[in-house]
């Protein structure tokens, strides 16, 4: 089945040790998303990929950085995890637009010790 | 400023009832309105897409308006079942899409 995949589900780090997010699709979608979730709240967009044009959010903090190597992968990195970036990280692909239906993996949760 | 209100962080429904989910939003002029279901500790799930020239659109129990001149949009779940349970998002279809908090939706056996 075509699908986007998260890896790892479960992601534990120290507070300021640099961890990284990896999101595949088999979809072959244009888009690719990377969110963030706290308890409660609705996803908040950090970044997108149209295609391999990188769009950061104006709030996205320098902390968090992405790369996407190729259609099918892309990675979250984040380069000095605070307590505050404690949360579910999810990643989501669309086929063509920005404001099409989008796809979405089971989230990475990160938890910062 | 930009808001997107789902009525009640919770709601409470007994098997068998219908369940009414409610966005309203300010400020957006969106062409188009998306639904998606929330499990715990899981990605978003899309449901159902309805247009702006579109008044409701229906896909086996869920029922969805869309009202632009009340910027609100009502999502309906019909002969509601505990399986229903989940948190629900609407998501204003602009570029890209934007996202409610969602309402939590318990169906109680």
């Known amino acids: 089945d075509a699908m986007v995949i998260q890896n790892p589900r479960y992601q534990v780090t120290q507070f300021g040790k640099p961890v990284t997010l990896s999101c595949s699709q088999t979809?072959?979608?244009?888009?690719m998303y990377w969110y963030q979730q706290k308890s409660s709240q609705a996803p908040k967009l950090l970044f997108h990929?149209?295609?391999?044009?990188?769009?950061n959010e104006a709030d996205t903090p320098d902390n968090f950085q992405s790369r996407r190597p190729n259609t099918s992968f892309c990675f979250l990195d984040i380069r000095s995890p605070g307590l505050g970036d404690a949360a579910m990280y999810l990643c989501?692909?669309?086929?063509?637009?920005?404001?099409?239906?989008?796809?979405f993996g089971p989230g990475t949760r990160l938890t910062v010790l | 400023s930009q808001k997107i209100e789902q009525n009640s962080e919770a709601l409470n429904i007994q098997e068998g009832k219908t369940a009414t989910l409610t966005c309203n939003y300010t400020?957006?002029?969106?062409?188009?309105l998306q639904w998606y279901r929330q499990d715990p500790g899981r990605g978003p799930v899309f449901l159902l897409l309805?247009?702006?020239?579109?008044k409701e659109k229906r896909k086996e129990r869920l029922k969805v308006t869309f009202d632009t001149t009340l910027k609100q949009s009502l999502f309906h779940i019909t002969a509601s079942q505990p399986a229903d349970s989940a948190t629900y998002l609407c998501a204003l279809g602009n570029t890209p899409l934007v996202f409610g908090k969602g309402t939590r939706l318990s169906v109680i056996a």
């Open positions: 990929y149209y295609d391999k044009d990188f769009n």
């Open positions: 400020n957006y002029s969106p062409a188009y």
């Open positions: 989501a692909t669309s086929r063509k637009g920005l404001a099409d239906t989008q796809y």
């Open positions: 309805i247009r702006e020239n579109e």
């Open positions: 979809l072959n979608h244009n888009v």
